[in-house]
């Protein structure tokens, strides 16, 4: 499979802890975005990198929020003292310069 | 910044039927307007695109159409399946990729 990876698929926590979620983009893809996507809703842009360079952050991004992109590759998105409000899908897409974005499955989000 | 409105948020039509969906965004700056298909537990499914300096663009029974005056573009599918039953997303944006999502049409095409 050469599409976008994440994991872990589902991920339930308890008010207060910290999760990390983890995106493995499409193999050469040099862009990586992380949106969240409430029921109901369309996806929310979080953030992007170019290559292992955060360029743009939104402000729904918090504090308890931090997104790192080692070595180009894959990305990792962690959300600390987690909030029920937190409870989301958090979906990773990448591109090749370009905003033809192609998305993974999510990771879905509980907060107890 | 940038606002997307989507219209219908659910639409039903019988199998065969043609499909309509419509946004409207507030950005004249916007050049950029796919279409993203999601069925239940997956990620959201590039089916078309278009640039700004296109009008229409047609790839087999789907088709979209962009009237940058008005700033409207439209999603038509044509000879609903009843495997075009998902929630369909319009989105908007610029050359870096952070798309503006509309809030999704959920479309069921009755056999």
């Known amino acids: 499979d050469t599409g976008v990876s994440q994991n872990p698929r589902h991920k339930i926590t308890k008010r207060g802890q910290n999760v990390t979620f983890r995106c493995d983009p499409i193999?050469?893809?040099?862009?990586l975005y992380w949106y969240r996507q409430t029921l109901g809703q369309g996806p929310e842009f979080l953030t992007y990198f170019q290559n292992e360079a955060q360029l743009e952050k939104s402000r729904l991004l918090s504090d308890r929020f931090s997104a790192e992109r080692p070595k180009g590759s894959f990305s990792t998105l962690e959300i600390q003292r987690t909030e029920q409000g937190d409870s989301a899908m958090y979906l990773c897409?990448?591109?090749?310069?370009?905003?033809?974005?192609?998305f993974g499955s999510g990771t879905q989000l509980s907060v107890l | 910044g940038e606002n997307v409105e989507q219209h219908p948020s659910t639409l039903s039509v019988q199998e065969g039927d043609s499909a309509v969906i419509k946004c409207t965004y507030s950005d004249s700056a916007s050049n950029y307007f796919p279409w993203y298909k999601q069925e239940l537990g997956k990620g959201p499914q590039l089916i078309i695109d278009?640039?700004?300096?296109?009008g229409e663009k047609k790839d087999q029974r789907i088709a979209v159409t962009l009237n940058k005056t008005a700033k409207h573009f439209s999603l038509h599918i044509t000879e609903t399946q009843p495997e075009d039953s998902a929630v369909y997303f319009c989105?908007?944006?610029?050359?870096?990729?952070?798309?503006?999502f509309g809030k999704g049409t959920k479309l069921s095409v009755k056999p």
């Open positions: 193999s050469e893809h040099n862009r």
């Open positions: 989105a908007v944006g610029g050359s870096q990729g952070n798309l503006i």
């Open positions: 897409a990448s591109s090749f310069d370009s905003p033809k974005l192609f």
């Open positions: 278009i640039r700004s300096n296109v």
